[in-house]
Structure formats: C-alpha cells, structure tokens
C-alpha cells in the first residue's frame, strides 16, 4: 500500500480547513455550506483513494502515473470550494489597490494605447494569460520529457504551497476583479478576439472574484521556478519569462491587480526558496536528464517522494 505524498497531505489539509472553516458558523447559506461539503467529499476522496488504494487496483506504474496528474484536478477544486466564501467585497481595500494601480499601471496603458506596437504587445500579454491554464501541465509533461518524472511530487509540493494561500485569503480578503469596475483612467481599447476569448473562460468558468494574491501568478511562478531546478536552464528560463508575461498580462488586461500580481511572485518565490533550503543535494547532484554543468548524472531520491 503507498504511502502519502507530501502533496497529498497539502490538498488534505486545504480541503479540511475550508471545510472546518464552512462549520464555524459562518453565514454561507446551506447552499454554499453544502458545495463546500460536497468539494471537500471529493477532494478528501480523490486523493485518498488515489493515494492508498489505487495502486491496489492497477499496475502501480499506472497508478503511479495518475497520481502525478491528479493535483491538477485537485487544486481546480480547491479553487471553486474557496469560491463559495465569497458573499461580500471589501470596497475600501479595492480603493487602496486601484489607487496603486493608477500610479503604477496607469503609464504603460496609456502608453501601449498611442502605438500599433503597444497593441501588439497587449496583445501578446493576452495569449500569455491564456497561457496560464497550460503552464502547470506543460511544466509537468517537461519532467516526464527529461526524465524527472519521480519529482511530480516535489513540483506539486511547491506549486500548492505557493497557490493555496491565495485560496486561503479569500474568505478574508474579498474583491471584485478590476475588470469589472469603472476605472476612468484606463484609456479605452479595442476588444480583440484573444481578449473575448480570456473574459469568455472568466465568465464561464471563475468564481467572479479576485485572489489576492494572484493564484494564477503564483502558480506559474512556482512552476517556472522547479523547472528552472529540475529541467534543463534554457527550458527554466523559458517557463520563467512566459510567469513574468503572465503577472504582467493579468494586471494590464485588468484581471488582477498590481499589488496581486507583485505578491504572488514574492509568495512563490519563498516557497521556492524554502524547499531550496530543505533539499539542498538537488542543487549540488541532479537527478537524470536535469542539466549539469559538469554533465554529471546521479539519480537522487527525493525526500519529499513517498514512492
């Protein structure tokens, strides 16, 4: 029988304390209650059964491979489960956020307004923010390319750890996505076929509200930082390039603030230094197919691997 993946117990412990959260007494409403009840039966139940008793079933190969893939699925539910907190928004705290973004955001709008290359570039930043869906999957199918497969676990560990705090604000921190207030500074533009297609999935497919920070930054952010360990550099360096596009997308199309964005970089970035700092041999020793100075190829097993 498997044991539990450190990223297992993270998904765990999320669900658990959304659900401990929705039976405090907070006026949710018995619909909200029972979606989070709901979210929180499947998520607790996808990954324990997946975990424990799957390998049972399967090759455990296979199992094994599911596991890696599962997260995924587990951190969209996570997702929706913060969702059903949201009742209110804090206008005071959208205020403050605005009026940063209108010091800080307002030039480069303007300035991307007057030009054919500044449309160009807003374009651009659209499809990177499109790409925030692909970036976490693409991440990990790049370990199974080079030989990393054994260090899903790991990859999962640090992106969790850097997206579920956003989650976990959300019951505290509540706002409207900038999108969807008037802000008068913002120069008008024109509603290109990439940007309906980014408001179509937001509209279909989002709580409606904002995460501060930016889950989306945050996400991508840790992933672009494991591959920049684990993968070849110049392939790190490309997934970091489209995270940067990404937080830069998210707050010049008006999806999250700039204070969003800017603090998910930092929450991924010390996360990423913390797992570092815990497993430090990656650094000196990677394992086959990471990138080696010296061309040296050692396989190490991860301490964070419960395989």
């Keep these: 029988m498997s044991l539990l993946r450190t990223s297992d117990w993270v998904n765990i412990l999320a669900f658990s304390f959304f659900l401990v959260l929705a039976c405090q007494g907070r006026s949710l409403g018995r619909v909200r209650r029972a979606k989070i009840t709901l979210i929180a039966a499947g998520g607790l139940t996808l ?50 956020l605005q009026r940063l973004d209108r010091r800080v955001v307002a030039p480069l709008l303007h300035w991307c307004s007057q030009g054919l290359v500044g449309g160009w570039l807003l374009t651009y930043l659209e499809v990177a923010y499109l790409s925030c869906y692909l970036s976490m999957p693409l991440g990990l199918g790049v370990l199974y390319l080079f030989g990393e497969a054994r260090e899903a676990n790991y990859f999962w560990t640090v992106v969790l750890l850097a997206t579920y705090p956003s989650y976990a604000l959300l019951p505290y921190v509540q706002t409207r996505p900038p999108r969807t207030l008037e ?18 999935i937001l509209r279909h497919a989002s709580i409606h509200a904002n995460t501060f920070p930016s889950a989306h930054v945050a996400s991508t952010t840790a992933c672009a930082l494991v591959l920049l360990r684990l993968a070849p550099v110049w392939v790190g360096c490309m997934f970091l390039f489209v995270a940067f596009s990404i937080a830069v997308g998210a707050v010049a199309g008006r999806y999250h603030y700039f204070a969003d964005a800017a603090l998910a970089i930092i929450v991924a970035s010390l996360v990423f230094a913390a797992a570092t700092a815990l497993v430090p041999e990656r650094i000196a020793a990677p394992a086959t197919g990471a990138f080696h100075p010296r061309g040296a190829r050692r396989p190490v097993r991860h301490p964070y691997d419960a395989r």
């Design 47 to 96: 990954s324990l059964f997946t975990a424990l008793f799957l390998p049972c079933l399967i090759p455990e190969h296979a199992a094994s491979v599911i596991r890696d893939w599962i997260p995924y699925l587990l951190l969209l539910m996570c997702y929706w489960q913060a969702g059903q907190f949201v009742t209110r928004a804090d206008r005071e705290f959208e205020a403050r």
């Design 183 to 200: 802000e008068k500074w913002i120069p008008p533009r024109p509603r290109d076929k990439m940007r309906a297609f980014n408001l179509w």
